[in-house]
């Protein structure tokens, strides 16, 4: 099972729980309900279409590093803080949801 589908699974159980349905939301945590058009819905809308990865808004610590590790191998610089602004802009540039 994918973390994407476990992460459907997950909000699709606690919907359920949300209508007093445990049994339904355990089912649905077990791994049941593949065929449920919600389930296949949710795994849709978690899925990141062809070519994109879902990254965090703010880099983490091993993000920079390895970014700067990687500026280093090809210019020789090390690290800036404006490693970080860069990610900042490169987030804001990005194309819209489709």
């Known amino acids: 099972m994918s973390e994407i589908e476990k992460r459907a699974r997950e909000l ?3 919907e359920y729980e949300r209508f007093d ?4 939301a355990a089912g649905v945590r077990d791994g049941g ?5 919600s389930m ?3 795994v849709a809308a978690l899925t990141p279409p062809e070519g994109y990865a879902l990254v965090p808004v703010e880099p983490t610590p091993e993000m920079l590093q390895a970014a700067a590790f990687g500026v280093a191998r090809k210019t020789g610089q090390k690290f800036n803080p404006m490693m970080s602004a860069g990610y900042a802009a490169m987030l804001a540039a990005r194309p819209g949801v489709f």
Do not use: E, F, I, V
Not at 21 to 24: A, E, K
Not at 33 to 37: K, T
């Open 33 to 37: 309900y593949d065929l449920s058009p």
């Open 12 to 14: 699709l159980a606690a």
């Open 21 to 24: 349905l445990p049994s339904t």
């Open 40 to 42: 296949r819905a949710l």
